[in-house]
Structure formats: structure tokens, C-alpha cells
């Protein structure tokens, strides 16, 4: 298979007049798609920031109504992690249970068959 740095030598045997110009295409092809390519993993590496942003951000939300609901005491180190290892679709389907909890061992319940 032909690599991209021997490209300009076969482009300038094949073609001695035109391989700096044909060199020069394969140049600009390669910088666009670096560029292409540059601008896709940026765009993905913000689209991965914002899914972790809102996963943070909603656990961070669970705990809070959880200190309110049932106390500082409630929402241990061993609690708050596990919130916070749920998946997103699991800590929107938290969300929706919640505030429904009566008490930390309904909490304790919901985590124990979803965690």
C-alpha cells in the first residue's frame, strides 16, 4: 500500500512536470482533512463534556433534595457516590422517583435494584 510520504515521489515519476503541482493538491487534500478531522474531535470532545456536565449536574441535583428531604446525615460519602455512578438514563429515571421517596430506605431500595 502506498503511503502519503512516498505520494510525492511516484506523483513526480508519473508526472515530472506536473508532480510539484499534483504534490501541491495531495498537500491541500491532507490539511483539509486535517482540519476536518480536527474540528469533528473538538466537536466531540465538547458533545462528551456537556453529556458529563448534565450527568454531574443532575446527580448533583438528587443530592441536594435528598439532604433536604431527609437530612445532612441521609446523604453519605458511600450514597453519593453510587448516585453518582448511575447512568444518565438511570438518573433520569431517579429523578422521576424521588421526590416520591417517604423515607431513606425506599432510597436505599430504588438503589439497591438500579444501582
Do not use: Y
Not at 505520494?7 to 491541500?28: I, Y
Amino acid at each position: 500500500m502506498l503511503n502519503v510520504a512516498d505520494m510525492g515521489e511516484v506523483l513526480e515519476a508519473a508526472f515530472p512536470k506536473k508532480g510539484q503541482v499534483m504534490q501541491s493538491f495531495v498537500d491541500e487534500l491532507i490539511e483539509k482533512g486535517v482540519v476536518k478531522g480536527r474540528k469533528e474531535g473538538l466537536e466531540e470532545g465538547r458533545e462528551e463534556g456537556r453529556e458529563v456536565g448534565n450527568e454531574e449536574g443532575r446527580a448533583e441535583m438528587a443530592l441536594q433534595i435528598l439532604r433536604q428531604k431527609f437530612g445532612e446525615k441521609t446523604v453519605t460519602k458511600a450514597l453519593a457516590t453510587k448516585i453518582a455512578k448511575l447512568s444518565l438514563a438511570q438518573l433520569k429515571q431517579f429523578g422521576d422517583v424521588l421526590l416520591g421517596f417517604q423515607s431513606p430506605a425506599d432510597l436505599q431500595r430504588w438503589l439497591a435494584s438500579h444501582g
